[in-house]
């Protein structure tokens, strides 16, 4: 029995592997608690790490650091990498007011923070920590105490230990904050429900519909010359002349008067596009795909390495293989086709064409999902050297101010997501795969911070630490009210899309399942993958500069 003894409250190698592997797997355990459609998630690893360490079962302090240091760098990595491809493109115009909103709440939810400090003498690392709870944000309290340790030379236990006791009544101060703005708002969900038609298609990024040529200025003009005169981004999928009859455009394809055409375009370039050259008509994608007889349309894959990183102009699909390419879908999100666009390893092109054409297309962009399953690692260690080597670089001398281990690999991550194709590196993960690195590294991140607060818990949370509880509720539901009443009546923004901007703001994904199940479609969803990568990025960044401030 003595070995047991050793085990658990011994030392070494196999100790820590021990203690860690059970705190991850009571807290992976206890996360499927759910109390209504709330739960804790992956937080239950850090209280297991607590408890754990309460009763005596404690781990040797630099294999705690590594630990610690190594999973929250995986861990932010791998959200860069995730939200990367899509960080750039959110900043199309119209998410910029969703953005602006959800900026406005965390710059308030750091000034009710420092006003907190200021009136009841909390340490400001300590407030840092709570409003990192509150804000249901992982990543900015690893950056919190990653900051405060290169500044000071020290740890601070109050920090995780605030974040710890904050967190779950972050979790449910959006829902709160919901629950009051309704009533606030006078919200008649019957109503929102008959606007979310309308607003509905404002989110997507392409557009596609039928019109018929009425301009007769046009009558006679290429494809190509259009483009030109209309200098709007479309593509001219098919067209029909004689209503019995449809052919892939290209660009020496010629309009006549009455023609038909299936057009895919920007949304806000739609209006322009109708306005030129017709009217819309009644007419969906699937009665082309009739109308053409012979063609077909089909979505191919990108898998072959070597097409990572090449442009559409470099592999002149149209010219060799009487094909058009409609959109690209990449993350999930429809993408308007132009020559310049780099394709990417798991993008999802739209083909329409001739059956052997698109065979041709199909062997040449690879089409095999079996060659996504195969891991990448090479572009996931490079990333991490270099965001470890980038948020070591001090910005500023005196105080030495760094990006640090958070920061640094989620910025290195988010370029790498939406640059890396410039270098050929292949940046696309299956959506298992990247969980699985994000978890791992959340796992360990969270068992090592649990196993060095729990020692002092208790007697923080009973001495005082109880207060905090209120902290947080007022750093989240306060910002989250005042923003919403203002989105309601300056911007006369839907009660949906408010939801999720406020739920993206707080990086909230269970206020955002709130969301969307009163909603009952994804337009919270929409607003919230709108926000939450700039928001994501910010948060992190907003801690450590606190601390560095401080």
Excluded at 28 to 33: F, Y
Excluded at 38 to 55: K, M, N, Q, Y
Excluded at 126 to 139: C, F, I, K, L, S
Excluded at 303 to 327: A, C, E, H, Q, V
């Amino acid at each position: 029995m003595e070995f047991i003894g050793e085990m658990l409250f011994g030392g070494g190698i196999a100790h820590s592997i021990f203690i860690f592997a059970a705190v991850i797997a009571i807290g992976t355990l206890l996360s499927k608690i759910r109390i209504g459609s709330i739960s804790l998630g992956s937080t239950w690893v850090l209280f297991a790490g607590i408890a754990v360490s309460h009763f005596g079962m404690v781990v040797d302090g630099d294999m705690l650091a590594f630990a610690r240091d190594f999973g929250l760098t995986l861990f932010v990595f791998s959200i860069g990498l995730q939200i990367g491809p899509g960080f750039f493109s959110s900043l199309r115009q119209g998410g910029v007011r969703q953005m602006f909103l959800a900026v406005l709440v965390m710059l308030l939810g750091v000034v009710v923070t420092y006003a907190i400090t200021a009136v009841t003498d909390t340490p400001l690392q300590t407030m840092v920590g709570v409003m990192d709870g509150a804000a249901v944000n992982t990543p900015a309290m690893g950056a919190t105490q990653q900051a405060y340790m290169d500044l000071t030379g020290l740890e601070d236990s109050s920090i995780p230990m605030a974040f710890a006791i904050a967190y779950p009544f972050g979790v449910v101060a959006v829902i709160i904050a919901f629950l009051i703005l309704k009533p606030l708002l006078k919200v008649d969900l019957k109503v929102e429900n008959e606007a979310l038609k309308a607003l509905s298609n404002e989110h997507k990024f392409a557009a596609k519909y039928s019109l018929e040529v009425v301009n007769g200025q046009i009558d006679g003009k290429k494809v190509s010359e259009i483009r030109n005169i209309i200098a709007r981004q479309f593509v001219i999928s098919r067209i029909s002349h004689d209503g019995n009859k449809a052919f892939i455009a290209d660009s020496e394809s010629v309009v006549h008067l009455g023609d038909k055409l299936f057009i895919v375009s920007a949304v806000e370039d739609k209006e322009a596009i109708l306005a030129f050259l017709g009217h819309e008509v009644d007419m969906l994608e699937q009665e082309w795909g009739e109308f053409e007889g012979k063609l077909v349309s089909r979505r191919i894959v990108v898998t072959r390495s070597k097409i990572n990183g090449m442009k559409f102009s470099d592999l002149r699909l149209r010219t060799k293989y009487g094909i058009n390419i409609t959109r690209v879908n990449r993350a999930g999100v429809d993408l308007i086709p132009y020559q310049g666009m780099e394709l990417q390893l798991g993008d999802k092109v739209m083909v329409v064409g001739s059956e052997s054409a698109i065979e041709q297309v199909a062997e040449l962009l690879g089409n095999s999902l079996k060659k996504l399953h195969q891991p990448h690692i090479f572009t996931i260690f490079l990333g991490i050297a270099l965001g470890v080597f980038v948020g070591s670089i001090p910005l500023v001398e005196s105080p030495q101010i760094r990006l640090g281990l958070a920061a640094g690999p989620m910025l290195m991550a988010i370029l790498i997501g939406r640059f890396g194709t410039h270098w050929h590196l292949i940046t696309y993960t299956t959506v298992s795969a990247n969980l699985m690195l994000r978890e791992v590294g959340l796992a360990m991140f969270l068992a090592s911070v649990g196993l060095a607060s729990g020692d002092g818990f208790v007697n923080a949370l009973i001495s005082g630490g109880y207060i905090w509880i209120l902290y947080a509720l007022i750093i989240a539901i306060v910002p989250l009210v005042l923003v919403g009443i203002f989105a309601r009546k300056v911007y006369k923004m839907d009660y949906y899309t408010l939801m999720g901007t406020l739920a993206g703001s707080m990086t909230n994904p269970i206020a955002l399942t709130y969301a969307n199940g009163i909603c009952g479609s994804d337009m919270p969803a929409i607003s919230y993958a709108t926000v939450y990568p700039l928001v994501m990025f910010l948060r992190v960044v907003i801690a450590q500069t606190m601390i560095i401030l401080s």
